[in-house]
Nanobody
Framework: QVQLVESGGGLVQAGGSLRLSCAAS????????MGWYRQVPGKQRELVAR???????NYADSAKGRFAISRDGGLNTVYLQMNGLKSEAPAVYYC?????????WGQGPQVTVSS
């Protein structure tokens, strides 16, 4: 069973930065894609950023220019560097991994940005 363990969430002031980490229980290059989604209570989970096995990345429009997804194969970890965070409703950020027809989710650290 694939496990994704996230860390790095918390409280930050508007304009600040956070880095989220997602450590996978197996080689991250086994996955077709890995990425980060966010969910605000009462709303649908939405894509923030993802990276495929070839290293191609894509971002939500709201994340472009401020967030960066990266990975470390030696640590089997994917990161989301978030800069210029905006004051908005607290959101849970979920690590996501796609392997063939299966999808895996992490537990989701909460990120709260205060004004």
């Amino acid at each position: 069973q694939v496990q994704l363990v996230e860390s790095g969430g918390g409280l930050v002031q508007a304009g600040g930065s956070l880095r989220l980490s997602c450590a996978a229980s197996e080689n991250i290059f086994n996955f077709n894609t890995m990425g980060w989604y966010r969910q605000v209570p009462g709303k649908q989970r939405e894509l923030v950023a993802r990276i495929n096995v070839g290293g191609v990345t894509n971002y939500a429009d709201s994340a472009k220019g401020r967030f960066a997804i990266s990975r470390d194969g030696g640590l089997n970890t994917v990161y989301l560097q978030m800069n210029g965070l905006k004051s908005e409703a607290p959101a849970v950020y979920y690590c996501h991994a796609h392997l063939l027809s299966r999808i895996y989710w992490g537990q989701g650290p909460q990120v709260t940005v205060s004004s």
